[in-house]
């Protein structure tokens, strides 16, 4: 696939990205390059490869996901300066 000056200033034009012709040559051929490197890699044979999530077999050394605080509301409401019906009243600042 090969992009053609046209295509590649209506590329610019819809990410709304500034450029001379003179870079549209440049700009024409590293999009070619990208889409040159994406058809090798579809080019590829996966059929029958498990996708890897990770390169290696390792387990991470994360600790137990466990509740270390209850329910503390109660403690933070007796502190806040207005509380009304459960909710923390704040000053209005926008009129």
């Known amino acids: 696939m090969s ?8 590329i ?3 990410a709304r990205i500034a450029v ?3 870079e549209i040559v440049a700009v024409g051929a590293q999009l070619n390059n990208i889409f040159g490197l ?5 080019a ?3 059929d029958g490869i498990e996708p890897m999530a990770h ?3 390792v387990s991470l050394r994360l600790r137990d996901d ?6 503390r509301r109660a403690a933070f409401q007796a502190i806040a300066p ?3 019906n459960g909710l923390f009243l704040v000053p209005k600042v926008i009129e």
């Open 55 to 57: 390169p290696q077999d």
């Open 82 to 84: 207005q509380v009304e």
């Open 66 to 71: 466990v509740v270390t605080e209850s329910d």
């Open 12 to 14: 610019a034009k819809l």
């Open 3 to 10: 992009l053609t000056h046209q295509d590649v200033a209506r």
């Open 44 to 46: 590829v044979d996966t």
């Open 20 to 22: 001379t012709d003179e």
């Open 38 to 42: 994406i058809e090798q890699m579809q």
